[in-house]
């Protein structure tokens, strides 16, 4: 019985309307296409941002550069970080100095590591590969999460057009039928201009 009440959408009967073969098969179509839609913009999206990230840390390099100044006192912490003015080689053989994060209270001429671009710019430290695959998979659930949500707003949208369509449908239908059962008519209801059906007193 459950299943007949589920499927009744697809079955000829005279109760069946337009609306709703339409709607049977915009919930099909939605399905189909988050069944098949989710699985795919994961992957694309995870394989994107995974060669993204790739790239970035092929591009990116450890480079040693050496403090010019000492740095601040250690703060609280005994891994306390401060900023300094560090000196490093670039590929050209062009020196370059900028402030960078240091140990705390290192001193003048301690060695450091940064990190450069090919050019020898100053960049930030790229994702581990750790972190990478971790962007990469929440990348590839956004993404999928994007196509469910897209999906499911149209089709709410499209069977509320459907509901009010329905319901214009039936407010003419019982414009036409409603009288009939409250045994009047248009001609003769209440509010036409044409008296009803006198009453006599008692």
């Known amino acids: 019985m459950g299943m007949r009440v589920r499927w009744w959408r697809w079955r000829r009967n005279p109760l069946r309307r337009r609306s709703d073969a339409v709607e ?5 179509v939605t399905s189909v296409l988050m069944a098949a839609g989710m699985p795919l ?4 999206g995870s394989v994107r941002v995974g060669s993204v990230l790739l790239q970035e ?7 040693s550069a050496v403090l010019t100044e000492d740095a601040g006192a250690p703060g609280p ?10 000196r490093w080689t670039a590929p050209d053989d062009s020196v370059r100095t900028a402030e960078v994060r240091v ?13 450069t671009d090919d050019q020898g710019r100053l960049v930030g430290a790229p994702p581990t590969p750790g972190q990478a695959v971790a962007l990469s998979v929440f990348a590839g659930m956004l993404a999928a999460s994007g196509v469910a949500l897209f999906l499911l707003v149209g089709r709410r949208a499209v ?3 459907l509901d009010r ?13 409603g009288p009939r059962w409250s045994g009047s008519t248009p001609d003769n209801a209440p509010g036409s201009g044409q008296e009803g059906p006198t009453v006599p007193p008692p």
């Open 57 to 63: 840390r092929q591009e990116r390099h450890r480079t």
């Open 77 to 86: 912490g005994a891994y306390a970080r401060t900023w300094a003015l560090v």
């Open 159 to 161: 069977r509320m057009g």
């Open 103 to 115: 140990v705390a209270g290192s001193r003048a001429g301690a060695g450091t590591v940064i990190w």
């Open 41 to 44: 913009a994961g992957a694309l």
């Open 24 to 28: 049977a098969w915009v919930v099909l």
């Open 165 to 177: 369509h329905r319901a214009r449908q039936w407010e003419r239908t019982w414009a036409l039928t």
